[in-house]
């Protein structure tokens, strides 16, 4: 994402926590800028899990789907930003829902090819237990953490995983569905990705507007967790206009050109040593 934005000057890294993951990298930029060593931090929560799950298992195949969804953070001398977070592990339920091989500890060979052991394996039942109980667990302690209550919320968002567990703790917090964001029906469990894509749509539909409070909570492979508050402000559209935003768009396309000449190139290059050793041959 870096070089297709042709982010020059931008520092970039991966953070997997599975389906917490867009909070985790939240609470992570929103710290990067609290410590003034960012301006501006962009976080993307995508997966594609097509490419994971194992389309001979029914348990799992009609479950997941592909998604990506960004937000963009910056310093702000006002009210809006991250009020509270909440993050939380249990690496003692990683096999709950995980991929067996592919990593350090298991490393792809022939034997895990044949066992299908790169494929999502889900203890499904095993998951819903932990999902309902974390899900008003974590929101509780967030807000807890923010000095706020449920009634100073606009609107929850939570993982896209399934709407039998939204519901369930929409009933433990004694609150109706319809201040839940919810669009699974659509996408299906996007991991990482369904928080930014629920939040971007709510924003679309007017359901969030300046000065909201949000919260967001997220659960899933690990065991992992993750809930923040915010306060939500969108950027004013004049600063785009603006001669730094300008300049700024003249410099990001001039990398972006320079980011695509370049991997054109490589793509010659490697073509023609391609040719070349087949001649050989």
């Not at 520092?11 to 710290?31: M, P, R, W």
């Not at 298991?106 to 109980?133: L, W």
């Not at 809930?227 to 001669?243: D, F, I, L, M, T």
Request: proline share 2%; hydrophobic share 40%; with cysteine.
């Amino acid at each position: 994402m870096q070089n297709a934005l042709g982010a020059i000057n931008a520092g970039a890294y991966d953070l997997n926590a599975g389906c917490s993951g867009f909070i985790y990298a939240l609470v992570a930029g929103s710290q990067a800028i609290a410590s003034g060593e960012c301006e501006r931090v962009l976080v993307i929560g995508a997966d594609t899990l097509s490419r994971t799950v194992d389309w001979e298992d029914r348990s799992t195949s009609v479950l997941f789907g592909d998604g990506a969804g960004a937000v963009v953070l910056r310093a702000s001398t006002g009210s809006a930003g991250v009020l509270a977070n909440v993050l939380g592990a249990d690496g003692s339920g990683c096999e709950m829902l995980y991929i067996p091989a592919g990593g350090s500890a298991k490393p792809a060979c022939q034997e895990t090819i044949d066992q299908r052991e790169h494929y999502i394996r889900m203890n499904g039942s095993a998951v819903y237990y932990f999902a309902t109980r974390i899900l008003p667990n974590a929101t509780e302690q967030v807000l807890r953490k923010a000095g706020l209550t449920l009634d100073q919320i606009n609107l929850l968002i939570p993982h896209q995983a399934n709407r039998r567990i939204i519901e369930s703790a929409a009933k433990r917090l004694k609150l109706p569905i319809e201040r839940f964001a919810m669009n699974l029906q659509e996408y299906g469990n996007t991991s990482a990705a369904s928080i930014p894509i629920a939040l971007c749509e709510a924003h679309s539909e007017g359901r969030i507007q300046p000065d909201d409070n949000l919260l967001m909570v997220g659960f899933g492979a690990g065991l992992t967790w993750a809930a923040g508050v915010v306060c939500w402000s969108a950027a004013q559209g004049g600063e785009q206009r603006s001669a730094r935003g300008i300049w700024r768009w003249m410099v990001y396309t001039t990398a972006r050109l320079r980011s695509l000449t370049r991997s054109a190139t490589i793509r010659t290059i490697r073509k023609m040593d391609e040719c070349t050793r087949q001649r050989k041959h």
